[in-house]
């Protein structure tokens, strides 16, 4: 069992900058993948950003790429999500999830994941 617990969402303006953190219980923390997943209004879940259980290179997507940094400290049982330069469709209710799981198809499907959080809101005015 694994719970997750987002914070650090807001309001900003564009061209702003906000740091997301989701902390973990468990002490098998260091043995889940975990992603980033967001939701629009009226749109579907979409992948934002995920990292495999060992670390490495997270993966991004296409629309975040070279704005958004996620990173994950394993001592304190917590990842993040660094989002710079955010434009209003960034705006969206921004969900971590844990999954046992690997490769990159794998950790960009929400359906992959065995946990998730109960999200927190980001929102960017123009």
């Known amino acids: 069992q694994v719970l997750l617990e987002e914070s650090g969402g807001g309001l900003v303006q564009a061209g702003g900058s906000l740091r997301l953190s989701c902390a973990a219980s468990?002490?098998?923390?260091?043995?889940?993948?975990m992603g980033w997943f967001r939701q629009g209004p009226g749109k579907e879940r979409e992948f934002v950003a995920a990292?495999?259980?060992?670390?490495?290179?997270?993966y991004y997507a296409d629309s975040v790429k070279g704005r958004f940094t996620m990173s994950r400290d394993n001592a304190k049982n917590t990842v993040y999500l660094q989002m710079n330069s955010l434009k209003p469709e960034d705006t969206a209710v921004y969900y971590c999830?844990?999954?046992?799981?690997?490769?990159?198809?794998?950790?960009?499907?929400?359906?992959?994941?065995?946990?998730w959080g109960q999200g927190t809101q980001v929102t960017v005015s123009s």
């Open positions: 999830a844990a999954g046992l799981l690997t490769g990159w198809r794998a950790l960009a499907r929400p359906k992959s994941y065995n946990y």
């Open positions: 468990g002490r098998t923390f260091s043995s889940y993948a």
């Open positions: 990292i495999e259980w060992s670390g490495g290179t997270p």
